[in-house]
């Protein structure tokens, strides 16, 4: 097939309009229909909510019975709390679905008489497909040309290994015939033309995709704030039921009490949460991405600030990834250009993923492919980790091998000296191996190239591999990457962990890891894990740095077993085999340049290759965590405090301690003081610890520093009913007054685990919680203010004030390092060696 255009006889594919009736008939070609996120699929879950529902219905009953002021003043806040709800959670989807197209899959389609990149879920019924190498099957299609087409299908058939596809007249559409090839799977090696079929759910894959999708992996991030709506519900729960209760028993009149208790719950309901988790989460994918770091799940972001152990291969890690071939040798260790010839051939010819070592060997001489025409193919897996191409050179027919060379010297009767084949014999072998490991100890990847000479030109198999004549060996040079050194430093100053899980050899591996500062005394294999129990690959991981001769399988258990003693796995890979160890890891990261497989399984993209630009993502990442634990902290310790202390004041006064409205316009303005926490700088400490969900320490701040709050509100009862000898009116504007200015200005407290004039806030921060509070001083003596049933407050009373918000910050300071200890924030990690 030509590079331009199919060959004759396959179909003509589609025009670009009509390709476009058939997506509007059919829909976008996804498996599980994809969440859209619209104006009203944002909006509908607010407009829902039960507690939202409820005071909108209290609001109308209130205007109904002749309360219009207290009416409207509800009904306001409700709308007004939900509009800027929605409008910052909507802007940062808006954002995270921009940043996410720039690595969206695509698919490669033959539209008005050329061939084109489009979005994969683009391709409908009737498109002609072109595949290759790497790539992931986009939707069912019949093969009208096949080139030594081998797909992975487990994802149907559970079968491990590569099946072969060809074009045959079959018309049995099922994974197991050749001449289909299914959403779902992937191209191991080999190119082919098809024809779509079928897209979407109607998909052999979309039939099952339902069920796959129906229970996804809970992320730590969820798992966390599941534990904290839990908290918050059985705190709700407790505390209404207590307020209903008391007001009933003290004969109150029900509707003002229920309104009461219902604005109590929201004052306790961080309801702004989604919100705040939204934007700080989307800032964090904004900052990453300008760090060329792409995030497709915003929850990725914050297990990525938690990841303790990071999992990579070397090669364009640690390593450039860019290869040299530096030396071609015959057996006896003389430069021999027959073996670079021979293999030129090899991966010149190879229909798989071109790997470095290919670019290197084609760069260092062009494939002279005069009088060679190829024959068949005999695919790279990682148990053979070898690769055979069947050519007919000249009018002899050869088998060309080239792979790891332990693997082909098992493969090996024969080697070449001056031309002539001799025993293989163990003296023999003995030197080959030597010189290989001399090489690897240099820190040179080392291919041997072999040759066998066949009867005839029949396909050939795996069985063919025997009786092969060794050629040479080659060797490439990949320098350590001139930033991993400091990257790893930076890294491990920053509590991660980095493990090298890779499938070269352990000599070649250790001369890498010392070259960048790791320390891999000792380089475990892959066969000394094989038969370790899990308890005791997990301890073997725990100490040891690198890990040479792996099997993807095996890549896979070690990330099972780390995530099953409580590490949080981030796993760096870019090729066919990583995609499960994708899948495993906490965060799977791979980068632009991968497969279609491994980018379509990370959760991750860097769009620059190495460790650097991931060591600022997994920064971005602490701080964003870090922004939101904040909120959770400040909603739970000051939001419990004012709640418990109108609990206790409707029981202990002969009035409501603050009208529902006011309650309302609290709760509204103190969530409004927080809506730039996601702008705020972190302290270089919370960033220097991966960081995990503490549901603990989020309730022992509730308990210990919300009745500090109630400590200083009782005391303000006190002043306004003694000093003050306050009414209705005075009271509820007094403690309005007061509540809203300490639990706002405590932010400045809680947001550091330093002393808070050595952490300054960021600009945004500083202005709207001295805005609101600002507001809440001046709302009294304003027209809005005797709406709100508000009176003017005595000077002296202001004085008090100061005192007493002077005061209450001081003790909240005391209490936050008794329950921080040391300054953990957060739940840490243990921080690596």
Same mark, same amino acid.
């Given at each position: 097939m030509s590079a331009e255009e199919p060959v004759a006889g396959t179909p003509a594919g589609?025009?670009?309009?009509?390709?476009?009736?058939?997506?509007?008939e059919a829909g976008f070609n996804e498996p599980v229909a994809a969440r859209r996120v619209s104006v009203w699929s944002e909006l509908l879950p607010l407009l829902m909510n039960p507690l939202a529902l409820v005071l909108i219905v209290a609001g109308v009953i209130s205007g109904v019975l002749g309360q219009m002021a207290d009416a409207a003043i509800i009904v306001t806040v409700v709308v007004l709390g939900g509009a800027i709800n929605f409008r910052q959670t909507y802007r940062s989807h808006q954002e995270l679905a921009r940043l996410q197209a720039q690595?969206?899959? %695509?698919? =490669?389609?033959?539209?008005?008489?050329?061939?084109?990149?489009v979005a994969r879920r683009e391709v409908v019924v009737g498109d002609v497909v072109r595949l290759s190498a790497g790539d992931l099957v986009p939707a069912d299609a019949l093969l009208v040309e096949a080139v030594d087409l081998h797909v992975l299908q487990g994802a149907l058939t559970g079968e491990s290994m590569p099946a072969e596809k060809a074009v045959t007249d079959g018309r049995v559409v099922s994974p197991d015939s050749p001449n289909y090839v299914f959403m779902g799977s992937?191209?191991?090696?080999?190119?082919?033309?098809?024809?779509?079929?079928?897209?979407?759910?109607?998909?052999?894959?979309?039939?099952?995709?339902?069920?796959?999708?129906?229970?996804?992996?809970?992320?730590?991030?969820?798992?966390?704030?599941?534990?904290?709506?839990?908290?918050?519900?059985? =705190?709700?729960?407790? @505390?209404? #039921?207590?307020?209903?209760?008391?007001?009933?028993?003290?004969?109150?009149d029900p509707f003002e009490s229920l309104l009461f208790a219902v604005a109590l719950a929201v004052g306790l309901t961080p309801e702004f949460l989604p919100m705040i988790v939204s934007v700080t989460l989307a800032q964090g994918a904004a900052a990453l991405a300008r760090h060329r770091v792409i995030v497709k799940q915003l929850a990725s972001i914050q297990n990525l600030g938690s990841i303790d152990i990071l999992c990579s291969d070397k090669t364009g890690t640690l390593t450039t990834g860019v290869m040299r071939l530096e030396q071609c040798l015959d057996l006896d260790g003389r430069a021999c250009e027959r073996v670079r010839v021979l293999a030129a051939v090899n991966s010149a010819l190879e229909t798989g993923i071109r790997s470095p070592l290919d670019t290197a060997i084609l760069a260092a001489g062009e494939a002279d492919l005069r009088g060679v025409r190829k024959l068949d193919e005999v695919p790279f897996d990682f148990e053979r980790r070898?690769?055979?191409?069947?050519?007919?050179?000249?009018?002899?027919?050869?088998? $060309?091998?080239?792979?790891?060379? *332990?693997?082909?010297?098992?493969?090996?009767?024969?080697?070449?000296?001056?031309?002539?084949?001799?025993?293989?014999?163990?003296?023999?072998?003995?030197?080959? +191996? %030597?010189?290989? &490991?001399?090489?690897?100890?240099?820190?040179?990847?080392?291919?041997?190239?072999?040759?066998?000479? +066949?009867?005839?030109?029949?396909p050939v198999g795996h069985a063919a591999e025997t !009786?092969?004549? /060794?050629?040479?060996? #080659?060797?490439?040079?990949?320098?350590? &990457?001139?930033?991993?050194?400091?990257?790893?430093?930076?890294?491990?100053? !920053?509590? $991660?962990?980095?493990?090298? #899980?890779?499938?070269?050899?352990?000599?070649?591996?250790?001369?890498?890891?010392?070259?960048?500062?790791?320390?891999?005394?000792?380089?475990?294999?892959?066969? *000394?894990?094989?038969?370790?129990?899990?308890?005791?690959?997990? &301890?073997?991981?725990?100490?040891? =740095?690198?890990?040479?001769? #792996?099997?993807p399988a095996q890549k896979n258990r070690i990330i099972h077993v780390l995530r099953?003693?409580?590490?949080?796995?981030?796993?760096?890979?870019?090729?066919?085999n990583d995609a499960p160890s994708l899948r495993a890891a906490d965060?799977?990261?791979?980068?632009?340049?991968?497969? !279609?497989?491994?980018?379509?399984?990370?959760?991750?993209? /860097? /769009? !620059?290759?190495?460790?650097?630009? /991931? &060591?600022?993502? $997994?920064?971005?990442?602490?701080?964003?965590?870090g922004n939101v634990m904040k909120y959770l902290l400040m909603s739970t310790s000051s939001n419990f405090g004012n709640m418990f202390s109108m609990a206790g004041a409707s029981l202990l006064l002969p009035f409501l301690p603050m009208l529902p409205s006011q309650i309302l316009l609290n709760n509204f303005l103190y969530d409004l003081a927080q809506l730039t926490i996601p702008s705020d700088n972190v302290d270089a400490e919370w960033m220097r610890r991966p960081r995990h969900w503490d549901i603990g320490l989020i309730r022992r701040f509730m308990l210990y520093v919300g009745p500090v709050s109630s400590v200083f509100d009782f005391l303000t009862f006190f002043v306004l009913l003694r000093v003050f000898q306050a009414g209705e009116a005075l009271f509820h504007t007094g403690w309005f007054v007061e509540s809203l200015a300490t639990q706002t200005l405590v932010l400045f407290v809680i947001r550091t685990m330093r002393n808070p004039w050595q952490s300054r806030p960021s600009g945004p921060l500083a202005l709207t919680v001295?805005?609101?509070?600002?507001?809440?001083?001046?709302?009294?003596?304003?027209?809005?203010?005797?709406? +709100?049933?508000?009176?003017?407050?005595?000077?002296?009373?202001?004085?008090? @004030?100061?005192? +007493? =918000?002077?005061?209450?910050?001081?003790l909240v300071e005391v209490v936050k390092r008794r329950v921080l200890g040391k300054g953990s924030l957060g739940g840490p990690a243990g921080t690596g060696p």
């Open positions: 589609l025009s670009s309009a009509e390709a476009s009736r058939r997506l509007r690595v969206s899959l %695509q698919a =490669t389609v033959w539209r008005d008489g050329a061939w084109v990149e992937s191209v191991v090696s080999g190119t082919a033309v098809a024809e779509v079929i079928a897209t979407g759910a109607g998909t052999a894959f979309g039939g099952i995709a339902g069920s796959l999708s129906a229970a996804p992996v809970e992320t730590e991030f969820e798992k966390g704030l599941a534990r904290f709506g839990n908290l918050i519900l059985r =705190t709700v729960f407790v @505390l209404v #039921l207590f307020v209903i209760v008391v007001n009933l028993s003290l004969r109150r070898r690769l055979s191409v069947l050519v007919e050179w000249d009018g002899a027919v050869l088998l $060309i091998t080239k792979g790891a060379p *332990e693997s082909v010297v098992a493969c090996a009767s024969a080697y070449e000296r001056d031309g002539v084949a001799v025993e293989l014999n163990d003296a023999a072998r003995a030197r080959v +191996m %030597q010189r290989f &490991h001399g090489l690897s100890t240099d820190g040179y990847r080392v291919l041997a190239v072999a040759v066998r000479k +066949m009867a005839d030109g029949s !009786d092969l004549t /060794l050629v040479g060996l #080659l060797a490439f040079a990949d320098p350590p &990457h001139p930033e991993a050194r400091e990257a790893i430093a930076a890294l491990h100053r !920053d509590g $991660i962990r980095v493990r090298v #899980l890779t499938g070269d050899n352990e000599l070649v591996t250790r001369h890498v890891c010392e070259a960048v500062g790791l320390r891999a005394r000792r380089v475990l294999t892959g066969p *000394e894990l094989e038969g370790m129990t899990d308890p005791a690959l997990a &301890h073997t991981v725990e100490h040891h =740095t690198a890990f040479a001769r #792996l099997t099953a003693r409580g590490r949080v796995v981030g796993f760096l890979g870019d090729g066919i965060v799977g990261i791979s980068v632009s340049t991968a497969t !279609d497989v491994a980018r379509d399984a990370a959760g991750i993209i /860097l /769009l !620059d290759p190495g460790l650097r630009v /991931l &060591h600022a993502g $997994i920064l971005a990442g602490r701080k964003a965590f001295l805005g609101v509070v600002a507001a809440a001083l001046v709302i009294p003596f304003t027209v809005v203010g005797k709406w +709100m049933g508000f009176v003017a407050l005595p000077g002296f009373y202001f004085v008090i @004030l100061v005192g +007493m =918000t002077v005061a209450y910050l001081g």
